[in-house]
């Protein structure tokens, strides 16, 4: 089992739909958690950092972390077509020897 | 401010060639990393150095050399490449090992 999993899509919706992207994991020492954004034949930009569980808001963006179920979300509201790009989750234990990114998710908004 | 800046873009090599990647980052930052992206994989981590004349290996250190001569940059060699090596490199570094890792552009690196 990798260490953290995500459904690779590809997802397409219509603008303006909610967006749900998740990722899960197996090492419960896993504290800190990260979405990166990364466009086509560019390099990834962090977007969400959270520390623990709950919930963080950073304008149409929602990251929320349920470290019972190992279970992580990026929520997008009003996705625009600017948000087409494949999102990487990553997490990071306290003892920060490394951060361990999943493997992506495509994105693809429709206008 | 150029941020982090990644040496060449595009690259075809041979098996058996040798080459070098060139990182170079203006912010200052303590520690930077070398990462391979492959479909399905994710970004692994190669080597990292947490300050200038330092390395440590990462997940996938075979085959790949480092060094941090200068705080500002951050070469990844391999000796001989492999066709294994096929991948895209990204350069990153951070201010500590708990913030924000700033990413480069890539280097596409064929081994035929």
């Known amino acids: 089992q990798k260490e953290v999993e995500q459904d690779p899509g590809p997802l397409s919706v219509p603008e303006g739909a909610i967006v749900s992207l998740n990722c899960t994991y197996s090492?419960?020492?896993?504290?800190?958690f990260m979405w990166y954004r990364q466009y086509s034949r560019k390099g990834p930009e962090l977007l969400m950092y959270?520390?623990?569980?709950g919930n963080k808001e950073d304008g149409r963006f929602t990251a929320q972390v349920d470290k019972s179920s190992k279970y992580i979300s990026l929520f997008i509201r009003d996705s625009q077509p600017s948000d087409s790009a494949t999102y990487l989750c990553a997490m990071m234990g306290t003892s920060y020897d490394k951060v361990i990114f999943g493997p992506g998710t495509s994105l693809s908004v429709i206008p | 401010n150029a941020g982090v800046t990644q040496t060449p873009k595009f690259r075809v090599l041979k098996t058996g060639q040798s080459m070098t990647l060139l990182c170079a980052q203006d912010?200052?930052?303590?520690?930077m990393y070398w990462y391979r992206q492959d479909p399905g994989m994710g970004l692994r981590l190669i080597h990292y150095s947490v300050g200038e004349g330092t390395t440590a290996k990462g997940e996938v250190p075979d085959g790949y050399n480092v060094s941090r001569l200068k705080k500002q940059n951050f070469l990844l060699g391999l000796e001989s490449a492999a066709p294994s090596q096929t991948s895209v490199y990204f350069c990153?570094?951070?201010?500590?090992?708990?913030?924000?890792?700033?990413f480069g552009p890539g280097t596409r690196l064929t081994v035929l």
């Open positions: 090492n419960s020492a896993f504290q800190y």
């Open positions: 990153a570094s951070s201010y500590s090992r708990r913030d924000t890792q700033y």
């Open positions: 912010m200052n930052h303590e520690y």
């Open positions: 959270t520390y623990s569980s």
